[in-house]
């Protein structure tokens, strides 16, 4: 069975200056980086405008990568990273638009039980403080807690104990619905 | 109900776009032409409108504050903050400091430095606060193989800048190496109050590799970062001569309430394990696997030539019965020797010399080659194990570090063990080897000198080889009219949940043949003045009872290769013999919470800590305790 060489080496061999290992450390994780941008901005347009900006920042960033910690680590906290630069970016431009509320018209029109449930998450998303919402945009993706604290530079208590509090959001804003 | 968390969680699925072709095509496009433009240039900084932290104190600070685990270790390895602490404990060896012939470059920049910058900074700029702090300080870096026996910082008077020079010990071993050393990182078991959760459930361990670690760290003249103490490893690190199993059970448990020592108004709770020692003549025959590590960082003096020597030293140990094989994993894995009498000691120390180091790693290829090995020499009635030697950069490649678990606890159900002899410092993967080992049902050991080596390849064979009871957990329920708040010393990694106990499904630690665990609780009687909750006044009244016991002491093993578990359980009740083994290993939990600068000590100190050990230090035949107590004054002087 032959082996794929490892993120880890991928990035020193590119921080080194090695294009064909950036190239195929970045080909490797673009999906990824991707999903993460998805998650975290809520919208396709922003998550490729998210992911444009690492892509563009990585070659730069990759020199500073010293393997203190796992490459995908480093790499979700620089996606993370870049997501508040932009929403801090489109905030003083009073350009804001409510990140998970900008949502693509019709898509997945046909499939009517998905799109309802697409509108509670972006609702449950919405309703959700920032920090609690970058928290989930890392954990549902099955992200331990430790690994996401790792990310987010916070204990993985705290991750927990944001969890928690998303949950007891999302089961009040259930309880909400199933009022009306 | 269904849980809104999951909903969530397949909403989310559901909603993630693929991304698309033609914009991945052109962002691909744009990294790459960005990469080889940057090979040219230099590191441009973009102007940004956040205002630059001004200060180097306080870079530093907040630096070192803003940390992930594995960075602020190796800022602790690489470099010395500018906190100006001066210890020169030999002064006989001072001259030494200035003539060492060490460059000191001012110029050179910080990693750590780097590392606040691509962590907390925005895209595409270099943290300006970091390349100030270059130009102002001179920042110096620790110049590396660093090795010493004695622990020397130096100030010089003209410049904030602090130094560690390389002294050569007597045949030192251990050697700094700035790199990614990792840690479990478990938050200390927290005080519990009774009445709310009156009972504690956790897995034995029998590792030892934290114990190494820190006095690897000592040694060297640096106190261990909190994160790799576990006092539970430090504890069992010891053989103790606690009394011994009767009739045909594997070991015996003897409960003890005694006081504490750091705190007149509570009482420690000992629980000891004792298993044990069968006749070394009726042992089963072994199958040992050897899985080396062959990668480039093994190369370094305390790793392959180092574990060259510990099997060589195991080897007189074995007899014609055991086999031996051996596979070595780096770049891609090999069978160097294939299954050979453990007598025939030429063709084994024959292949070991012909190991060398190189290429990179790939562990699981290893591993997989390893098992299959090891199945390959599998008999009826015999104790097939799997060691694996490594500096702990075990590279799973592209796999799920779950999914090597799961394969690991996999063969462990199919009768193979395994267990983890970490060597050298630097590459050191903690959480790996812990894990590699606990769903391995065998034991995680830190070899840093060749005398740790003799313990735990050769005194203490038959422990780490011999199981004798797998899935050992122990509950204690505490009587709420009794006892008010308890907390257990250590096992933060080994906690379980209350109805795991009973489930023998969940996994545990084991027990091998000799091996004695110990583990110990701090318990706060009712109405003593050290008791730190006061009780609630709406709460409800805890149902008090009239019974004079602190609490029931619950134990679950099962019997080697055996699926239902056997249980053992018995009141706890005040008082019971105390004898020095117990009060050395207090004296051990005790000096753990020093290092760990534990807020239940009070004003008890490693002077006290040193007393109680050297008390009870009882014979140690093979010196581990006065080792100890060296290490307790070393680390005495390091923490002023």
């Known amino acids: ?180 | 109900m269904s849980d809104e968390f999951d909903d969530l969680k397949h909403a989310m699925k559901a909603a993630m776009p693929a991304p698309d072709a033609a914009q991945k095509a052109s962002h691909l496009a744009m990294a790459q032409k960005k990469f080889e433009t940057l090979q040219g240039s230099a590191d441009e900084a973009r102007p940004t409108s956040d205002r630059p932290k001004t200060g180097i104190f306080r870079g530093v600070r907040e630096m070192l504050s803003t940390l992930s685990t594995r960075g602020a270790l190796t800022a602790s390895t690489a470099f010395v903050a500018l906190g100006l602490a001066v210890v020169v404990p030999d002064w006989r060896q001072a001259p030494q400091l200035f003539d060492a012939g060490y460059s000191v470059d001012e110029a050179q920049p910080v990693p750590v430095v780097r590392e606040r910058a691509e962590a907390d900074d925005t895209l595409g700029r270099a943290a300006p606060e970091a390349e100030m702090e270059i130009q102002e300080a001179p920042v110096i870096i620790v110049p590396e193989p660093l090795v010493q026996s004695a622990p020397v910082v130096s100030m010089q008077q003209d410049g904030a800048y602090t130094r560690a020079m390389p002294v050569p010990g007597d045949g030192a071993l251990v050697q700094i190496e700035g790199d990614t050393e990792a840690f479990a990182d478990a938050d200390q078991n927290p005080l519990k109050v009774t009445a709310d959760e009156p009972v504690s459930t956790f897995s034995i361990d029998v590792d030892t590799a934290s114990y190494s670690f820190i006095r690897s760290a000592l040694m060297n003249g640096q106190m261990p970062p909190v994160e790799s103490v576990r006092i539970e490893e430090m504890i069992n690190y010891f053989p103790y001569d606690y009394a011994e199993p009767q009739g045909d059970q594997p070991f015996e448990t003897t409960v003890t309430v005694t006081d504490t020592p750091w705190n007149p108004d509570t009482q420690l709770l000992h629980i000891a394990i004792q298993g044990e020692k069968p006749a070394l003549e009726d042992r089963p025959p072994l199958n040992l696997v050897f899985l080396i590590d062959t990668s480039g960082s093994m190369e370094a003096a305390n790793k392959l030539p180092l574990l060259k020597q510990s099997l060589a030293l195991m080897l007189p140990q074995l007899t014609e019965e055991d086999e031996i094989a051996i596979v070595t994993y780096a770049g891609s894995a090999g069978q160097v020797l294939e299954a050979t009498s453990a007598t025939d000691t030429d063709a084994i120390l024959g292949a070991l010399d012909n190991l060398s180091a190189g290429g990179s790693t790939n562990g699981e290829d290893g591993l997989r080659q390893a098992y299959s090995v090891a199945e390959g020499m599998a008999e009826e009635g015999e104790v097939t194990r799997v060691l694996l030697a490594t500096d702990g950069d075990f590279n799973v490649g592209f796999f799920d570090p779950k999914r090597l678990e799961q394969f690991i606890s996999d063969k462990r159900e199919s009768g193979t063990y395994l267990s983890v002899l970490g060597f050298g410092r630097g590459n050191l993967d903690d959480e790996i080897m812990q894990t590699l080992a606990q769903n391995g049902n065998g034991q995680a050991a830190y070899i840093d000198t060749l005398s740790e080596a003799q313990k735990v390849l050769v005194d203490q064979l038959t422990g780490a080889l011999f199981p004798i009871a797998n899935d050992v957990k122990i509950q204690v329920e505490f009587n709420p009219g009794q006892i008010a708040e308890y907390r257990l010393i250590g096992y933060e990694t080994r906690g379980l949940n209350r109805q795991d106990f009973n489930n023998d499904r969940v996994d545990a630690g084991d027990i091998g043949a000799g091996h004695t665990v110990t583990a110990i609780y701090e318990i706060t009687p009712v109405g003593s003045p050290a008791v730190l909750t006061d009780d609630l006044r709406y709460g409800e009244v805890a149902a008090s009872s009239d019974s004079d016991e602190l609490g029931f002491f619950k134990l679950r093993y099962k019997a080697p290769g055996a699926d239902n578990s056997r249980l053992i359980e018995t009141p706890i009740l005040a008082g019971g013999d105390v004898t020095d083994e117990m009060r050395f290993a207090m004296a051990i939990a005790g000096f753990g919470e020093l290092l760990t600068d534990s807020p239940y000590l009070g004003d008890w100190s490693y002077d006290q800590a040193i007393a109680l050990a050297n008390a009870s230090k009882g014979d140690d035949p093979f010196g581990y305790r006065a080792e100890a107590i060296r290490l307790m004054r070393l680390a005495e002087s390091l923490d002023q």
Not at chain 1, 20 to 48: T, V
Not at chain 1, 167 to 177: T, Y
Request: proline residues 2%; charged residues 30%; contains cysteine.
């Open chain 1, 1 to 180: 069975m032959r082996m794929e060489p490892t993120n880890e080496s991928l990035a020193r061999a590119a921080s080194d200056g090695d294009g064909a290992a950036f190239a195929q450390l970045l080909e490797r994780q673009y999906d990824g980086i991707f999903s993460l941008a998805f998650r975290l901005s809520g919208s396709r347009a922003d998550a490729e405008d998210l992911t444009q900006d690492v892509c563009t920042a990585l070659p730069t960033k990759l020199q500073g990568f010293r393997g203190e910690a796992r490459f995908t680590t480093w790499l979700w906290r620089v996606v993370v990273n870049a997501a508040h630069d932009r929403r801090r970016r489109a905030a003083t431009r009073a350009r804001h638009t409510e990140g998970w509320g900008d949502w693509e018209k019709n898509r997945r029109a046909g499939d009517s039980e998905t799109s309802e449930a697409v509108d509670w998450l972006t609702q449950a998303m919405r309703s959700l403080p920032e920090d609690l919402r970058d928290t989930l945009a890392l954990v549902l993706d099955d992200m331990t807690h430790e690994d996401a604290a790792d990310v987010l530079g916070v204990s993985a208590g705290t991750i927990s104990w944001r969890v928690s509090e998303a949950k007891k959001h999302l089961r009040a804003l259930r309880e909400r619905e199933d009022q009306v």
